[in-house]
Nanobody, 116 residues
Framework: QVQLVESGGGLVQPGGSLRLSCAAS????????MSWYRQAPGKDRELVAR????????NLADSVKGRFTISKDNARNTVYLQMNSLKSEDTAVYYC?????????WGQGTQVTVSS
């Protein structure tokens, strides 16, 4: 059974950090382009960061450059999003996505709330 399970979200104060994890099962993420998206209330889903199958970071939203980092551990079949210097505008549901030429998988999302 194919699954993407996100974890690591929560409530954090402005300036704080969180690390999101996305554990894949039922397929090998090393052959997929892995991405993190987010969707804030009333807004469209937006791409946050993307890492290619060979580990190159191909996309990073301007709003998170210098603060967020995407990485993956093929041995653990897991992709991460390290988020530092969090701002209130980073508040959103964060989704993990795995895509190749024939498949497109999504996780259920994890809530990140940045508030004092």
């Amino acid at each position: 059974q194919v699954q993407l399970v996100e974890s690591g979200g929560g409530l954090v104060q402005p300036g704080g950090s969180l690390r999101l994890s996305c554990a894949a099962s039922g397929f090998t993420l090393s052959s997929y382009v892995m991405s993190w998206y987010r969707q804030a209330p009333g807004k469209d889903r937006e791409l946050v960061a993307r890492i290619t199958s060979i580990g190159n970071i191909s996309n990073l939203a301007d709003s998170v450059k210098g603060r967020f980092t995407i990485s993956k551990d093929n041995a653990r079949n897991t992709v991460y999003l390290q988020m530092n210097s969090l701002k209130s505008e980073d508040t959103a549901v964060y989704y993990c996505n795995a895509r190749n030429w024939e498949n497109d998988y999504w996780g259920q999302g994890t809530q990140v709330t940045v508030s004092s």
